[in-house]
């Protein structure tokens, strides 16, 4: 994956760091918490598991949408070990910054063996 943006190529920077580490095969907790340590490290504030309410007529709907991980409040993360991603994953994505108001999202999936060919960046 080519990026351009300097932030978001820091964050691709760590989840090369954590696939180098532990390579495919491990659950998406995994390198959830992995990610989370390596962006501690280079101090780049983020929340795991954040609630993403459904706003609906003037009312905040908690409908247990959780975004994996953001990022600076500005790139929703959302983490896959999976043989393939497919097109309800990408949905998830876009619905998450869709709902959230945040703009960048990267859905990156672990289980490969080059995690950068599996990096998808969208933009709305």
Same mark, same amino acid.
């Given at each position: 994956?080519?990026?351009?943006?300097?932030?978001?190529?820091?964050?691709?920077?760590?989840?090369?760091?954590?696939?180098?580490?532990?390579?495919?095969?491990?659950?998406?907790?995994?390198?959830?918490?992995?990610?989370?340590?390596?962006?501690?490290?280079?101090?780049?504030?983020?929340?795991?598991?954040?609630?993403?309410?459904?706003?609906?007529?003037?009312?905040?709907?908690?409908?247990?949408?959780?975004?994996?991980?953001?990022?600076?409040?500005?790139?929703?993360?959302?983490? #896959?070990?999976?043989?393939?991603?497919?097109?309800?994953?990408?949905?998830?994505?876009?619905?998450?910054?869709?709902?959230?108001?945040?703009?960048?999202?990267?859905?990156?999936?672990?289980?490969?063996?080059?995690? #950068?060919?599996?990096?998808?960046?969208? #933009?709305?």
């Amino acid at each position: 994956m080519k990026d351009q943006d300097p932030f978001t190529h820091k964050i691709i920077g760590a989840v090369i760091e954590v696939h180098r580490a532990l390579g495919p095969g491990l659950l998406e907790s995994s390198y959830q918490h992995c990610l989370a340590h390596e962006l501690a490290l280079m101090e780049i504030p983020f929340t795991m598991e954040s609630h993403i309410p459904v706003h609906y007529k003037g009312v905040d709907l908690d409908c247990g949408y959780r975004a994996d991980m953001i990022v600076d409040d500005r790139v929703i993360l959302e983490l #896959k070990a999976v043989d393939k991603v497919i097109g309800i994953h990408r949905a998830q994505v876009l619905t998450y910054m869709k709902l959230s108001g945040i703009e960048t999202g990267l859905l990156i999936n672990f289980n490969v063996e080059l995690v #950068k060919d599996a990096i998808e960046r969208f #933009k709305i």
